[in-house]
């Protein structure tokens, strides 16, 4: 029986992509930086020290990461926008016994003023997210973490997340995993990871609870 839910942010709660991308490109170009992938969508969901060391000279990663924040803390963290059925599965979960928390690599500063934004706060017992500085970036020591401060037993816990490093890390800490395929992680990506489950759809989820595999005893 699961009992408590990890949940990422970026493309499994929220669609970021305006906002990220557009704040990759802002730091790009104030770094001079004139050839830029096409193609960003691979920079959601992992740190951003792991996406812009692809794209920048690592001893400038600190610097463009500096005007990345720049830009998406005052209008990129807002070009954001909830999955539809996201509310109505938190509910669900939630009503079942279900314990919910976010785990993401963002800093927990701007996903705290994402959810309360879309006014998500409410259903989690708490937000965990990395620091400024980069520490607990990765998932499987923000996991970590997460179980040591809220006490939870983590052989009840799942985490729900859309990219390889939310099913890596929940492995890493003994977590059950289920990928998302509605954000920007492949079913390949996310079987080769190893996701005990893969979501399709949103209810899904729901279902799940409903017929008494989330929640309490």
């Known amino acids: 029986m699961v009992k408590h839910v990890f949940f990422d942010l970026d493309g499994t709660l929220t669609d970021p992509k305006p906002g990220i991308v557009g704040s990759i490109r802002y730091a790009l170009d104030q770094l001079g930086i004139t050839e830029q992938p096409h193609d960003l969508d691979w920079c959601i969901g992992p740190p951003l020290q792991e996406s812009f060391v692809q794209m920048v000279p690592e001893h400038l990663v600190d610097e463009a990461i500096v005007a990345y924040r720049h830009r ?3 209008v990129g963290l807002y070009e954001n926008r909830v999955y539809d059925g996201v509310e109505e599965m938190l509910q669900i979960v939630r009503d079942c016994g ?8 963002k800093p927990h500063i701007f996903a705290r003023k994402i959810l309360d934004h879309f006014g998500l706060s409410p259903f989690f017992s708490h937000i965990f997210g990395s620091e400024l500085d ?5 998932k499987a020591e923000l996991l970590a973490y997460a179980l040591q401060q809220s006490g939870v037993d983590p052989h009840c816990s799942l985490m729900i997340g859309d990219r390889k490093h939310d099913i890596v890390g929940a492995h890493a800490n003994g977590i ?6 509605w954000g920007y992680g492949s079913r390949c990506e996310l079987q080769q990871a190893g996701a005990q489950c893969i979501l399709s759809h949103m209810r899904h989820l729901g ?11």
């Open 98 to 105: 279900g314990e919910l928390f976010v785990a993401t690599s």
């Open 207 to 217: 279902l799940l609870a409903r017929r008494g595999a989330i929640g309490a005893d």
């Open 176 to 181: 059950a995993s289920a990928g998302v395929l």
């Open 72 to 74: 998406f803390s005052d």
């Open 134 to 138: 980069g520490t607990h970036a990765n």
